[in-house]
């Protein structure tokens, strides 16, 4: 969990867009996930070089269609973070950072919330800090 500080400022410099809405329960229908996926990606290959990288928020099930479009796009998934609401409930978002170079992939994972609604882990209020005006 030392590096997910990090990715507040990725959040800030790097992060291109989402391809679902934020807080929405739903998701859209998976061929519009499916298109929005694939423009991310491929902006990003157009943009990044080498040794650029970009940051991406997608709802979890889009990470088998996201590894395959980064190798047709000759990218690399450098980071993954599986964001969990709390710790009983399954990864609704995955943080990751894609990259122009081949990398070993770090893994992590942030919870959101303990058990009680509101009661925000150290780790997302370490993140999110700079965003509240009190928490």
């Given at each position: 969990m030392k590096h997910?500080?990090?990715?507040?400022?990725?959040?800030?410099?790097?992060?291109?867009?989402?391809?679902?809405?934020?807080?929405s329960q739903q998701s859209p229908?998976?061929?519009?996930q499916a298109k929005k996926v694939e423009a991310l990606v491929t902006k990003a290959a157009a943009l990044i070089d080498k040794n650029g990288k970009a940051?991406?928020?997608?709802?979890?099930?889009s990470l088998t269609e996201l590894q395959q479009l980064v190798q047709i796009n000759n990218l690399f998934i450098s980071r993954i973070?599986?964001?969990?609401?709390?710790p009983q409930k399954s990864v609704f978002r995955i943080l990751v950072e894609i990259c122009g170079m081949e990398c070993t992939v770090a893994e992590e994972e942030l919870i959101i919330?303990?058990?009680?609604?509101?009661?925000?882990?150290?780790?997302y209020r370490e993140i999110t800090k700079d965003f509240y005006l009190k928490f």
């Open positions: 997910v500080a990090q990715w507040a400022v990725l959040g800030v410099v790097g992060w291109l867009g989402t391809a679902s809405p934020a807080f229908p998976a061929t519009e940051a991406l928020v997608l709802a979890a099930e973070c599986r964001v969990k609401p709390n919330e303990f058990e009680t609604h509101f009661d925000y882990t150290p780790e």
